[in-house]
């Protein structure tokens, strides 16, 4: 079968680069793509927010399938308005990637259908918005309705901090539409994890655990960026509190989902906080997560694309999802300057050095071919992954990989995976499996 795959990330290499394992698959293509997606599949040069575009681009190609990368399209209704023209598409409506799209509709779900989540006031007005963040003494967090690049969520520390949270999105529309409602809830402690899974509408299979690192510097140090480094599996979610995740999250959201007359067809991935009180959502995603995806792929060992189709076609129930028992670890190698301002079009060199090394996969994330040279063209330019019997040989063999890749201004933390093994040394045992 003929399969697109819309975006342009590390998160779409990887996932193109598992399909073009796939025997099934017969032809692969990527728009927009990037110089890695470009090694195992034809990129055509349609960005991933020109529905029109892409539509034109199944019709030529003649796709059995498009899968879409990231969140935009989705949220711009792709998935829809290829099934009306008959095309078959991986992701869910416009209508049900909402839990990702609003924040208000994701936290009025969980509160409505009893999941587990921040307690929170949304706000329409930004009267009211300020008159609640100033009866909340401790730190609150307040965060835009709607998708804000990453940058809508505000952790204050105080009513002042949140008052002028409030004022940013709400008045001076620094996110546009996006803050036109505010989401404030309770700040929570605890480990993050991220827990993907792939949905029908009916039923559910799950991912194993993962584990992003969103602050740029070493021990979370520094702004947020879109992600720098993944584990899998994570330490702290034990099979116990994976049933935990079932079923207080996963049962009660499809339930939700029928009760609501919503069908949710695609990958969802709840962002998770592990709270003393247990596991409570973060967001909803409605796409894989990336760098997560690097991690999961490595470790996939059944073809994707026949659990792609079972997710389409609504037969998930008879399909299983099989992994490795080895973990994976990602190290993102950066732009200098990167979440903030950052040069392109730096040549990197090394790729081949490290391709040499077995168990470990480079996948691209912002970068282009310039004549006989593959040079940066993004913030996160690289996601060096690889495979290994445990986290500590993941990570050693991640950092070999990254050890043998340079360019100009390179930048990568050097502790990904490491509250994980000082986890792992302090509770024997927690060795886990998933
Ligand atoms: N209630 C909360 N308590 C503590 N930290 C939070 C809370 N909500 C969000 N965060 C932090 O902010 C990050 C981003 O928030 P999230 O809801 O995932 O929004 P987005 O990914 O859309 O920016 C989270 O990964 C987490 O680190
Ligand atoms: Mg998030």
Redesign the pocket.
């Known amino acids: 079968m003929k399969v697109l795959i819309i975006g342009g990330g590390g998160r779409e290499h990887a996932l193109a680069w598992k399909l073009s394992q796939s025997p099934r698959v017969k032809k692969l293509h990527a728009a927009p793509g990037n110089a890695g997606i470009a090694q195992v599949s034809e990129c055509r040069p349609v960005s991933a927010e020109d529905l029109p575009g892409l539509l034109a681009l199944a019709k030529e190609l003649k796709a059995d399938l498009t899968v879409v990368g990231p969140d935009n399209p989705l949220a711009m209704g792709l998935v829809d308005l290829l099934q009306q023209h008959g095309f078959r598409a991986f992701g869910p409506s416009a209508s049900a990637a909402r839990f990702e799209s609003s924040?208000v509709f994701a936290k009025e779900f969980m509160a409505r259908h009893g999941i587990p989540t921040?307690k929170f006031g949304s706000f329409a007005d930004s009267g009211e918005a300020q008159k609640f963040a100033q009866t909340i003494h401790g730190p609150c967090?307040v965060?835009a309705d709607g998708l804000?690049l990453?940058?809508?969520?505000i952790?204050c520390q105080s009513p002042r901090d949140s008052a002028l949270a409030i004022s940013q999105m709400m008045d001076k529309k620094v996110f546009g539409a996006a803050g036109e409602r505010v989401i404030i809830?309770?700040?929570?402690?605890g480990e993050?994890a991220s827990i993907h899974a792939l949905l029908d509408g009916k039923t559910y299979k799950l991912f194993p655990s993962s584990q992003d690192n969103?602050r740029v510097g070493d021990n979370d140090t520094g702004p947020?960026t879109g992600g720098m480094g993944t584990i899998s599996p994570v330490p702290m979610v034990s099979s116990a509190l994976m049933q935990t995740v079932e079923e207080k999250i996963l049962k009660p959201f499809l339930r939700g989902c029928a009760a609501d007359g919503l069908e949710y067809r695609g990958l969802l991935y709840p962002?998770l906080?592990l709270t003393r009180e247990g596991p409570k959502v973060?967001?909803f995603?409605a796409r894989f997560g990336d760098p997560e995806t690097q991690v999961l792929m490595m470790r996939l060992e059944s073809d994707l694309i026949d659990a792609l189709e079972a997710v389409v076609d609504g037969r998930l129930a008879d399909t299983t999802l099989k992994f490795r028992r080895e973990a994976a670890v990602c190290v993102v190698m950066s732009s200098g300057g990167y979440p903030g301002d950052y040069a392109k079009g730096k040549p990197i060199r090394g790729l081949d050095d490290a391709a040499k090394l077995p168990d470990a996969q480079v996948f691209h994330a912002g970068t282009r071919r310039s004549g006989n040279d593959i040079v940066t063209a993004g913030g996160r330019v690289l996601g060096v992954t690889a495979l290994g019997a445990d986290l500590r040989a993941a990570r050693e063999r991640a950092y070999d990989a990254v050890a043998r890749i340079s360019f100009d201004g390179a930048h990568c933390r050097k502790d990904i995976g490491g509250r994980a093994l000082r986890f792992m040394e302090s509770n024997p045992g927690s060795e886990c499996k998933a």
């Open positions: 924040k921040a967090v965060k804000a990453g940058k809508g969520v952790i809830e309770e700040f929570m402690q993050e969103k947020n962002g906080m973060l967001e995603n």
